[in-house]
């Protein structure tokens, strides 16, 4: 693709951009709503139908996205339809997507697009036909990745109600593989919860059943983005779904978490929870966890329990702006003979090992479409 093949065009050429609206009028249905922050909730009707590129009014600039299906976007949202005579949508929103809008900027201390700034931007674009061959290799990655993103939300819901199952509703498995409390089994009174659990448990507090380190940032003329060192990370910010996203490393490493080591956030917002997919160096903002006899999913689970109560606690007006290594150690949870949760791990230990991989490999996609994105754009690869 030669820069000859190129044509010059000013972003009002391609597109027709709208206004988003209210929707306070709207009832609760299947129609994605979002807002420049992304899908906001989900209402029952559409301000447009098909194919649309969705442009941050106020807020969240970078948050470019795409879509093709029935939805309403509020008024911190444009939405975009593209004359596709000359231009492929998928395309468009690839190349928007890397664009820094920073330098056009009109908000004062809230983050600002006007809709003539957007229509101001030079677009340079190929061919239509060399667009939609390369909209058509972007789109199966991002096809891939999606269905990475679906399968491993299954996987941890399938996980997520089986320990419900087993240590909520104490229907695990007997001695005659019945579920133990819906056949009869033995519960027991316990003053300090103040409530029945099964004959056999007890109560402990995390420290006693988990190895915990509390994070220690290190020297700040240590960090760089280069690969340099050991994988860094201060707190929850480079959180992800599930594991956290490399960003920074630094070359003094000082607390170390390990690989599948649970990362809790100890900082606003307390609570919030990933899991170390390498081993790591965890700044003041993060603790590392696992359990002490190799029970890490069961782990894992009881501590989003606990962010369900941090949560709760905030929305009654106490505030957490952290949480003590004191606070943490002392939390107490019901705790099952550890024969149980071995037979649990065991249970769940393919669903996180599939989570994992196809983590990884949507890490990769991602490395791969951003560094393929620039040159496609520019012709110095080709799709054929």
């Known amino acids: 693709m030669s820069e000859c093949g190129v044509k010059e065009f000013k972003l009002r050429e391609l597109l027709k951009i709208y206004n988003g609206t ?7 249905g299947d129609i994605p709503l979002y807002g420049s922050g992304g899908l906001m909730s989900h209402v029952n009707e559409a301000l447009y139908s098909g194919e649309a590129i969705l442009l941050p009014r106020k807020g969240t600039l970078s ?3 795409y879509v093709n299906e029935s939805f309403w976007t509020v008024d911190t949202m444009y939405y975009a339809v593209v004359n596709d005579k000359l231009a492929d949508a998928f395309y468009l929103y690839s190349y928007l997507s890397q664009l820094d809008l920073s330098n056009l900027d009109s908000g004062s201390t809230l983050p600002s697009m006007t809709k003539s700034a957007y229509e101001s931007i030079i677009v340079k674009l190929p061919d239509l036909k060399i667009q939609k061959v390369v909209a058509n290799f972007l789109c199966n990655i991002r096809k891939k990745m999606e269905i990475n993103n679906q399968i491993n939300q299954e996987l941890e819901a399938m996980a997520k109600t089986l320990y419900d199952y087993w240590f909520v509703q104490f229907d695990f498995p007997d001695q005659n593989g019945k579920p133990y409390k819906s056949s009869g089994g033995k519960m027991v009174y316990h003053p ?3 409530r029945e659990i099964p004959e056999g448990w007890g109560v402990e507090k995390l420290e006693k059943i ?4 509390m994070g220690q940032s290190p020297k700040g003329t240590s960090y760089n983005e280069v690969g340099e060192g050991m994988l860094f990370f201060q707190g929850s910010t480079d959180f992800g779904w599930r594991f956290p996203v490399a960003r920074q490393y630094t070359t003094e490493p000082s607390r170390i978490a390990e690989e599948d080591d649970i990362l809790l956030s100890v900082r606003a917002p307390v609570g919030t929870l990933n ?12 603790a590392a966890i696992n359990s002490k006899v190799g029970a890490n999913s069961y782990i894992f689970n009881v501590m989003q329990d606990f962010k369900k109560l941090f949560d709760k606690m905030n929305s009654v007006g ?12 002392s939390l107490q949870l019901v705790y ?8 649990f791990d065991q249970s769940v230990k393919s669903f996180d090992r599939e989570i994992k991989n196809r983590s990884r490999q949507n890490q990769g996609l991602t490395q791969l479409r951003d560094w393929l994105l620039p040159m496609l754009m520019n012709g110095q690869v080709k799709v054929e």
């Open 22 to 28: 209210k929707y306070d009028h709207l009832n609760k």
């Open 63 to 65: 948050n470019i996205m």
């Open 192 to 194: 300090e919860l103040k």
């Open 210 to 213: 988990a190895n915990i380190t």
């Open 275 to 286: 899991i170390a997919d390498t081993r790591c160096c965890i700044g003041r903002g993060l």
């Open 318 to 329: 106490t505030t957490f702006g952290s949480i003590t290594k004191d606070d943490l150690y």
């Open 336 to 343: 099952p003979p550890n024969e149980l949760l071995m037979r």
